[in-house]
């Protein structure tokens, strides 16, 4: 049962006057010590709105972390403030000084917490993904307002919501500190081990796209995706070019990323997540990751984009549709 702070002060003072001690003058007219420690408890419980410790970091607290990175250069791929951030380096950046971790892209943290309904049921804090796919992220901050790292040349400010996000996420939703501390709420939907719920549900080998999203912080989804269009999760497949197993490795690829036998579908999928993870980082773009998988990354920066190879180019489509047709 919860006293609140009155009570305290009530039960402090009958203990106190029970062992002889004199009685703070707490409810006494111009008393100073009871004063003193009133306000000191008052400011330890909080004002009950989502901003004490008990309830963990609130979406206003969200933006003011936000605010305070105001004026920083838009960086591609930043992550560090005192160079410049990106739009989900910001994102990442704002949570992270609350002690919650969030995924290092935006189409991966388009999937962190649950989603919102539409604009007009986002509150502060929100996070705002645009995009199919997802390709920029903001913090929303009230008033079809947001803080967001815009583009090359510009620097974080706050903007109006310009177009209809693709999905809206809430992060925090008043929930216990001890729940983000431990992170298991918050991270994204598809990295959280179960395959139900995940969107994967049915999907053959979901297990194993599971475990190696959430160990190499790739989305399962794509993972399974890929293994669609390579392979239709045939884990004895063979290429003509001589690609092999589920994820279609080439011998020198696999031996690369550390597996043994392609054909085996658990080191298969932890390989593909490898080094999907790898191209991500490197491209910093979905798509351009996909194409980098089917036709390598040199290609990809030779050509400063999706590579002119009509393999490639009907390759990064597929993978998408596969994608978008299990939730990602």
């Given amino acids: 049962m919860s006293l609140g702070v009155g009570g305290v002060l009530s039960r402090v003072a009958e203990l106190q006057e029970q062992l002889g001690l004199t009685p703070p003058p707490a409810a006494m007219p111009g008393s100073t010590s009871g004063d003193k420690f009133a306000s000191a408890l008052a400011k330890a419980s909080g004002p009950g709105q989502g901003t004490s410790t008990a309830s963990g970091p609130s979406g206003g607290d969200v933006v003011a972390a936000a605010r305070k990175y105001l004026g920083t250069p838009y960086v591609f791929g930043g992550t560090d403030p005192k160079k410049g951030l990106d739009c989900s380096?910001?994102?990442?950046?704002?949570?992270?000084?609350?002690?919650?971790?969030?995924?290092?892209?935006?189409?991966?943290?388009?999937?962190?917490?649950?989603?919102?309904?539409?604009?007009?049921?986002?509150?502060?804090?929100?996070?705002?993904?645009?995009?199919?796919?997802?390709?920029?992220?903001?913090?929303?901050?009230?008033d079809n307002k947001m803080i967001a790292a815009p583009k090359p040349g510009d620097h974080v400010k706050v903007e109006s919501v310009y177009e209809k996000p693709a999905t809206i996420r809430r992060i925090l939703d008043d929930v216990p500190a001890a729940a983000v501390q431990d992170m298991s709420s918050l991270r994204p939907a598809g990295l959280r081990g179960s395959v139900s719920g995940s969107g994967l549900a049915g999907v053959p080998y979901a297990d194993l796209f599971l475990k190696a999203g959430a160990k190499h912080g790739v989305d399962p989804k794509l993972l399974a995706a890929v293994a669609k269009v390579e392979s239709g999760y045939d884990p004895k497949a063979v290429s003509p070019a001589g690609a092999r197993g589920m994820m279609q490795l080439m011998p020198g690829t696999a031996k690369g990323l550390g597996v043994d036998n392609?054909?085996?579908?658990?080191q298969a999928v932890d390989g593909a997540a490898k080094m999907l993870k790898g191209l991500l980082k490197e491209f910093k773009s979905m798509p351009l990751a996909i194409a980098a998988y089917n036709a390598g990354g040199g290609a990809v920066h030779k050509y400063g984009?999706?590579?002119?190879?009509?393999?490639?180019?009907?390759?990064?489509?597929?993978?998408?549709?596969?994608?978008?047709a299990l939730g990602g």
Wanted: no cysteine; hydrophobic share 40%.
């Fill in 305 to 324: 984009g999706i590579p002119p190879f009509s393999e490639t180019q009907a390759y990064v489509p597929k993978v998408q549709r596969a994608l978008a």
């Fill in 89 to 142: 380096g910001l994102v990442q950046q704002v949570y992270e000084d609350l002690g919650v971790k969030l995924p290092r892209n935006s189409w991966q943290q388009a999937t962190a917490g649950r989603p919102v309904a539409s604009l007009g049921d986002a509150k502060p804090g929100d996070v705002l993904a645009f995009g199919s796919p997802v390709h920029h992220v903001a913090i929303y901050i009230g």
């Fill in 262 to 266: 392609p054909f085996d579908p658990e």
